[in-house]
């Protein structure tokens, strides 16, 4: 088998990564309904957004350490890759909510680029599921940083 695969069923970690989903949708409609508590859904999503950035630059912490057939070199950008997300998303905690929302669509964004360079052999799913995740998380993020900053 030329893929890595997993005790766990492509379906649960659809749930599972849709599910993420769900506070950044949430948080983008109070933040754009302008609810009496938007900077309190202001400050909730850029901290869950730097939570999960986090999280999906573990990912390739776990790529390096398990992925079969990466040269020295390769595992050692995927490690060296997988703490800048983290760092984003400390930094973004400290910002201004709009510019945050924005830096942290950013960092969705460039981490889905440095998926490109991850090895062939992961499951089917994975690809297409972090483009559309990734695509989800920073549109939700840049409306709550535009409606933030403008409306």
């Not at 995927?78 to 201004?96: D, E, K, Y």
Request: aromatic fraction near 12%; charged fraction near 10%; charge should be positive.
């Amino acid at each position: 088998m030329n893929e890595l695969s997993s005790p766990l069923p492509p379906g649960r970690f659809t749930v599972l990564g849709y599910g993420g989903l769900l506070p950044f949708i949430a948080l983008t409609v109070l933040i754009i309904s302008k609810a009496s508590f938007q900077a309190l859904a202001a400050v909730a999503i850029v901290s869950y957004g730097a939570v999960i950035l986090s999280f999906i630059g573990a990912l390739h912490w776990g790529f390096a350490m398990l992925l079969p057939g990466l040269e020295a070199k390769e595992r050692q950008k995927r490690l060296l890759w997988s703490v800048i997300p983290a760092l984003l998303g400390w930094a973004c905690t400290l910002m201004p909510a709009a510019l945050a929302c924005f830096a942290l669509a950013c960092g969705f964004v460039a981490h889905l680029w440095q998926d490109r360079s991850l090895p062939q052999n992961l499951p089917a799913w994975y690809r297409p599921m972090r483009l559309r995740l990734t695509a989800v998380a920073a549109l939700c993020l840049l409306l709550s940083a535009l409606s933030l900053t403008y409306f």
